[in-house]
């Protein structure tokens, strides 16, 4: 299997910081990675998928960037609604495994 | 707009099967590539398995041997069961569709099911 590690596993930051979030996968999977925001009792929300896709209707602060073992998802300027968890996953063959998530909290 | 929902027993005793059933509306099940995903308590997400092409499945090895996921066309439904389940099945399980257009994530879920495995 495939494994995600993503980092770091939490983060404080104002409204209206950068934040970039990584996820490294333990062998490449070209650009078949996928980030998911998830807010408590929530399904979780497609918002990236091909790495750097941005998915319909999702803001255009958020943005991926990387292929191979190595990804990045940022968030140029962190709104209210931002704060969740992130998680990405990888869909390059099954399993479909995904990191075990950054929770973006409030400073 | 496609909308899924899972239903099924919120509560399973020991050793007993596990079965949850996914209503698809607003589109048909027989394209894309149906999920399920359980996330325990508190915890990260698992990927468990999905079908596709009305009867291919591919199953996360280590839930392999007691899972099975099925497709019921007529009633746009799709299910999964779990045999043999113990705590470590406790979770909130998700339907969700795959679709290759969006190379394989998962961009519709259900709102998640809560099951806990209790005698």
């Known amino acids: 299997d495939i494994q995600m590690t993503q980092s770091p596993s939490s983060l404080s930051a104002f409204v209206g910081d950068r934040v970039t979030i990584t996820c490294r996968a333990s062998q490449s999977i070209s650009s078949y990675l996928n980030w998911y925001q998830q807010k408590p009792g929530k399904a979780p929300k497609l918002l990236i998928y091909?790495?750097?896709s941005l998915q319909s209707g999702v803001p255009s602060r958020f943005s991926g960037s990387g292929s191979g073992t190595d990804f990045t998802l940022t968030i140029s300027s962190l709104q209210p609604e931002d704060f969740a968890t992130y998680f990405c996953q990888h869909s390059y063959r099954a399993p479909y495994t995904f990191g075990q998530g950054t929770k973006v909290e409030i400073k | 707009q496609v909308q899924l929902q899972e239903s099924g027993p919120g509560l399973v005793k020991p050793s007993e099967t596990l079965s949850l059933t996914c209503t698809v509306s607003?589109?048909?099940?027989?394209?894309?590539?149906w999920s399920w995903i359980r996330q325990p308590p508190g915890q990260g997400l698992e990927w468990i398995g999905y079908i596709y092409n009305i009867g291919s499945t591919n199953y996360n090895p280590s839930l392999k041997s007691r899972v099975s996921i099925s497709v019921d066309t007529s009633k746009n439904q799709f299910s999964l069961n779990v045999s043999s389940v113990t705590a470590a099945d406790t979770a909130v399980y998700y339907c969700?569709?795959?679709?290759?257009?969006?190379?394989?994530?998962?961009?519709?879920w259900g709102r998640g099911t809560l099951v806990t495995v209790s005698s």
């Open positions: 969700a569709r795959a679709d290759s257009s969006t190379w394989y994530s998962s961009d519709y």
């Open positions: 607003g589109g048909s099940i027989s394209y894309y590539y």
């Open positions: 091909a790495a750097s």
